[in-house]
């Protein structure tokens, strides 16, 4: 069975929302998404955060707002 990491998974979650992902993609993401409380609360985030912009398909997101979200997560894992 595929996995990611949780590096690798910021990578794709645009391409998960965006229902991207080969199936076996999508259900590693699903999975990791479940078992892992950093990356869970990141997807949290991300989809709040995509309502707020008003709810674009996340490939419509703005290369900022994307930036933004993916560092913010990154930082946290570092600290
Ligand atoms: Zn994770």
């Given at each position: ?6 590096g ?6 645009t ?8 199936e076996?993609?999508?259900v590693a993401?699903?999975?990791h998404l479940a078992?892992c409380?950093d ?17 674009p398909?996340p490939?419509?997101?703005?290369d ?7 560092s ?8």
């Amino acid at each position: 069975m595929k996995r990611f990491t949780c590096g690798e998974l910021v990578e794709v979650i645009t391409a998960y929302l965006d229902h991207a992902l080969d199936e076996p993609s999508h259900v590693a993401v699903e999975t990791h998404l479940a078992c892992c409380d950093d990356c869970g609360h990141f997807f949290d985030q991300f989809r709040v955060t995509i309502r707020v912009v008003g709810a674009p398909p996340p490939e419509k997101l703005s290369d900022r707002t994307r930036d933004r979200l993916m560092s913010a997560f990154r930082n946290r894992r570092q600290s």
